[in-house]
């Protein structure tokens, strides 16, 4: 049996495609898969597997050498179990840049494409199957590309990854602002997270320089209330810093989905540091304002540099 799963945190996207794949292998392929999560889900994922009536899927607490799997949403070891080297990689499927460090005991099948969601590179790879998509399916799927794109506010988003969406809320006639809209309420409810567990909820770790940086981000409709918890967050990083020995800092920002803005606490010296480099602003405070800044992928990773 064939375990599909994404990164640690996971999100819409990385939950709904691992369950996507092992969907299209059971049905249109001659393997049997099963698909997996690496961690707790947040609220927009839960929500979105209620409404279109599609189970969890099980925590993957270990692979071994024995497992045969699929790797989703992400090419990058640090996202994924230590061991991961040591399973039969049969395929990756991604839309994020190569990071590199994966290794293969075998060839092995490998699709990595310049768009917003991993969900639309699987529309692409399906093939005319998505003319039979079912639509529990075809929900999942315009979830993972609503909540990668931020309904079409990303920088990330291709003419492509909208075209894809528009047909699939056509076969389920759902309005795409609407359902968006759905979604965003429930990525925004927060209220029963811990300060650790916003950190987690969206979170990916990355080396500047001779440092290695957690970059966390929190995406809402209302970043009042995550920002009210600062002090809370702040103590939390440093708890987690403790903890997480190839970690030198953590960097947490907080997404306004609909001022397309983002807020990030600036709470140490390499903080602001980063920050000040990366974005060219001055920090006078334990918290700076980027506007237009929404995306992880395109607008925070890749200008990231140290002083």
């Known amino acids: 049996m064939i375990k599909v799963f994404g990164h640690i945190s996971p999100d819409t996207d990385t939950t709904g495609c691992a369950i996507l794949w092992a969907w299209y292998l059971n049905n ?5 898969a099963t698909p997996y999560v690496l961690g707790t889900l947040n609220k927009e994922t839960s929500f979105v597997l209620s409404h279109w009536g599609v189970a969890e899927p099980s925590l993957l607490e270990a692979i071994s050498a024995d497992d045969e799997v699929v790797i989703v949403d992400t ?21 994020h840049k190569l990071t590199g460090g994966l290794t293969s005991k075998g060839p092995l099948e490998m699709t990595i ?6 969900a639309t590179v699987m529309y692409d790879l399906m093939g005319s199957h998505t003319e039979d998509l079912p639509n529990d399916m075809a929900g999942i799927m315009l979830s993972c590309i609503l909540s990668d794109t931020l309904e079409f506010r990303s920088p990330t988003t291709t003419p492509h990854d909208k075209d894809v969406a528009e047909r699939l809320a056509t076969k389920l006639g759902v309005t795409i602002t609407d359902y968006a809209n759905q ?6 409810d927060v209220s029963d997270f811990t300060d650790v567990g916003l950190i987690h909820i969206d979170s990916k770790k990355y080396g500047v320089g001779d440092k290695n940086f957690r970059v966390s981000v929190v995406e809402t409709t209302t970043p009042e209330t995550i920002l009210a918890r600062k002090e809370g967050i702040v103590s939390a990083i440093k708890t987690l810093l403790d903890e997480e020995k190839d970690v030198d800092e953590v960097l947490f920002f907080v997404i306004d989905i609909f001022k397309e803005e983002a807020t990030v606490l600036t ?18 405070g334990d918290t700076v304002l980027l506007p237009g800044v929404v995306s992880r992928k395109k607008q925070i990773l890749p200008v990231l540099v140290l002083k």
Do not use: C, M, W
């Open 28 to 32: 249109h392929t001659g393997h049997q």
């Open 113 to 118: 494409r310049p768009l917003a969601s991993t």
């Open 75 to 95: 090419n990058n070891p640090q996202e994924l179990f230590e061991n991961i080297n040591d399973a039969t990689i049969l395929q990756i499927i991604d839309h």
């Open 183 to 188: 979604l965003f309420a429930a990525k925004s």
């Open 267 to 284: 709470y140490s010296q390499l903080t602001k540091d980063i920050i000040e480099a990366s974005f060219g602003v001055t920090v006078t």
